[in-house]
């Protein structure tokens, strides 16, 4: 296996650096524009353009614990496809795959695949045209498909809100600038950020938009340091970033970038040994306090498509993200959380525990005082974010 150094963060108060391995070799084809979604510590990924030019609807599971080992699930219950967007939710047990194009043209079906039964499920359908190589995000138990091509080769500026308790959809406000597709998403709640990709020319984009859910609003965020498109998103909250993709049609990128609100975007360097355009990347929650990056296929330069994946495991115990130290007390403590930080109005506080399930999402004026008494005895992690932008994280224990 090769190994490959990236440095994962670095500020004034911190440095990490974390490792990506390559594990056992993705089982289906060699493929590019598959997608990807995580249910707990396993990770999924199916569909794509495999070699001989023919579309596939296989999927298969990685389950990241001990060594990391492949598994078939069945076959999504519909046409072959690619271009599709994939998501899942933190507290999820199902992970979602939307839209993208079969044979016949771009697609508006939704589908969720639930671990419990093992088994596909058509949800409600996009109310709109079809449309494929979209991006999609997550925020406060709701997901958002944004820009793509629909028929035609058309792009789009739409952005449309799916709630999955309802199963419906709900158009909410176009992202800002040209329509784009191929572009790569990535959460670091409380907002939701839309990267690169293609405009209808097929050049690639560096601008970024940064969504507003409360509010229901997009504003630009610092731009990515070069243009690219078909990368995609290493993870969510834990490890925002993106990796992979191309500037044009013979450069193809094989780092990764990092963002964080205000510092913007932290080449973290090379994450495999060839560049890929139309790589598939999801997280994974490993539980007891650390969860995995999984990153692989797509087609590099010479236009040959690959089977290789790339893990790497990043730990919970992280004490501090940002620009500014978040500190909790008691610590351990029994019954109640009290956050200090240095800033000025809202604090929004994000709290999970050891497997990445969400506990508490909430935003607080004035010093944060949380009851947690009905918790689970472990480790907890505070992530804290002002209204300035300063996003802090730290480690709780509950006695």
């Known amino acids: 296996m090769r190994s490959i150094l990236l440095l994962l963060f670095a500020c004034g108060h911190c440095a990490y650096s974390q ?14 524009d598959a997608a990807a979604f995580s249910i707990g510590p396993h990770a999924y ?27 078939s699930v069945p076959q999504l219950p519909a046409s072959p496809r690619q271009y599709c967007t994939a998501f899942n939710f933190d507290f999820g047990t199902e992970g979602y795959l939307f839209g993208g194009l079969d044979a016949n043209g771009a697609l508006n079906e939704l589908w969720s695949f639930s671990e419990s039964t093992n088994s596909w499920t058509q949800k409600a359908s996009l109310p709109a045209a079809g449309r494929y190589a979209a991006a999609s995000f997550t925020l406060n138990s709701k997901a958002y498909v944004v820009t793509g091509l629909v028929a035609g080769g058309h792009t789009t500026n739409e952005c449309w809100r799916y709630d999955p308790l309802a199963d419906d959809w709900l158009q909410v406000a176009d992202i800002p600038g040209i329509g784009r597709h191929r572009a790569s998403c990535i959460n670091s709640w409380p907002y939701g950020y839309v990267a690169g990709g293609a405009d209808s020319a097929y050049q690639a984009l560096s601008d970024v938009w940064r969504y507003d859910a409360n509010n229901d609003e997009w504003t630009a965020a610092q731009s990515l340091p070069e243009a690219r498109y ?35 975007w932290t080449d973290l360097g090379p994450v495999i040994p060839y560049g890929l355009r139309g790589g598939a990347g999801t997280y994974a929650s490993g539980g007891g306090g650390w969860n995995a990056g999984v990153y692989g296929t797509g087609l590099d330069s ?17 004490e501090e993200f940002g620009l500014s130290a978040v500190y909790v007390h008691p610590n351990p403590g029994t019954s ?5 930080m240095p800033h000025v109005g809202p604090l929004d506080v994000l709290i999970t525990d050891a497997q990445g399930r969400r506990v508490l999402m909430e935003r607080f004026i004035g010093r944060p005082e949380i009851d947690a008494s009905n918790w689970k005895s472990g480790l907890y992690l505070v992530h804290a974010t002002s209204e300035e932008g300063h996003t802090c994280r730290t480690r709780w224990i509950k006695q």
Do not use: K
């Open 336 to 340: 109640r959380v009290v956050i200090e």
């Open 45 to 71: 990924f199916g569909t794509g353009m495999q070699v001989g030019w023919s579309l596939t609807n296989d999927w298969w599971m990685l389950d990241i614990i001990g060594n990391p080992q492949w598994y």
């Open 230 to 264: 078909g990368a995609d998103a290493i993870a969510a909250d834990w490890l925002p970033g993106i990796i992979g993709g191309a500037s044009n049609d013979t450069t193809f990128h094989s780092n990764a970038y990092m963002y964080s609100e205000p510092d913007g």
């Open 302 to 318: 010479s236009f040959t498509r690959h089977r290789e994946m790339y893990m790497t495991v990043f730990a919970f115990n992280i």
């Open 19 to 32: 490792t990506w391995n390559q594990i056992p070799d993705f089982p289906g084809t060699a493929r590019d």
